[in-house]
């Protein structure tokens, strides 16, 4: 996991070539406390710990992610777990 030290936001090594800050990022130890991803429809256990796996650890972070192209091969998840999982965050997000 890396932070951006410009704008405090946690990225994965790919999601990072994205980011407009990455000249200025650095790594960094400690790993913000890990969201309980289950709690978003679309997002049962397994893909929970798929999500974990791929080091993604915040909603914020998820919710950057998963707008990425290649996030259903990072995560390991089909092209219809990624649009339900899509569909779910903005769903979290309204309420």
């Known amino acids: 996991m890396v932070q951006c030290p410009k704008c405090k936001k946690w990225y994965t090594e790919k999601?990072?070539?994205?980011?407009?800050?990455?000249?200025?990022?650095?790594?960094?130890?400690?790993?913000p406390e890990k969201f309980d991803f289950t709690v978003i429809d679309g997002i049962g256990k397994?893909?929970?710990?798929?999500?974990?796996?791929?080091?993604?650890?915040?909603?914020?972070?998820?919710?950057?992610?998963?707008?990425?192209?290649?996030?259903?091969?990072?995560?390991?998840?089909?092209?219809?777990q990624w649009?339900?999982?899509k569909e779910g965050i903005a769903k979290y997000e309204v309420k």
């Open 83 to 85: 649009k339900n999982i």
């Open 46 to 80: 397994k893909t929970a710990e798929k999500i974990i796996t791929a080091g993604i650890t915040t909603f914020e972070q998820l919710k950057f992610e998963v707008e990425i192209e290649d996030f259903p091969e990072v995560v390991g998840v089909s092209e219809m």
């Open 15 to 31: 999601a990072l070539k994205f980011h407009t800050c990455k000249k200025e990022v650095e790594k960094v130890k400690e790993v």
